[in-house]
C-alpha cells in the first residue's frame, strides 16, 4: 500500500491504495464517485472513462500510481444538477439518455473530442465515439445532443 495524492474534479485526495489499482476502483470505492461505472474492466466498453488533463481515457485500465499530478474530472465533476455542464443541458434537453450507465463514455469521450476539435464533423464525431457501448441504443438522440452541444461549442469558439 502507498500514500496515493491524486486531483480529481480540482480537489486534491490522498489515499492508501496499490499503486496498480485501477483508477476506477479508487475512484469509486474510496472516492465515493458515481459517474464512471464498472462496465468491461478491459477497455472495451467506455462505461469508465474520465478525462485526464481534457483527454478521454478508460479508468479501469489506468493504474492509480501513474496518474501523477494531472487532473483527472470525472462526470460528476462536470456540472451539477442545479447548473449542469452545456453538453449535460444538451443530453437533458434531447431525452438522450435511459439508464446512464454508459454517460461517462459518452459525454466524456464527446467533450474532448470537441474540444479539441470544436469544428469536427459527423464522421469524426462518429468515429471517436467507437467503442463507447449503450446498451440501451440511445444512439440517435445522443447524436443528436452532441450535435446540439458542438454547434453551441462552435460559437463560443468562433
Ligand atoms: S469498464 Fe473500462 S472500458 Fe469497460
Ligand atoms: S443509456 Fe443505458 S447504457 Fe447507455
Redesign the pocket.
Known sequence: MSRIVLRVNGREHAVEADPETPLLFVLTDQLGLRGPRFGCGLAQCG?CTVLRNGQAIRSCVTAAGEVGTDEITTLDGLGTPENPHPIQRAFIEEGA???????SG?ILTAKATLDANPHASDDEIRKAMNGV??????HTR?IRAIRKYAEENKHENA
Do not use: A
Request: a positive charge; hydrophobic letters at 40%; proline letters at 0%.
Open positions: 462505461s439518455s435511459q439508464c446512464g450507465f454508459c454517460l459518452v457501448l449503450c446498451r440501451c441504443f440511445t445522443m
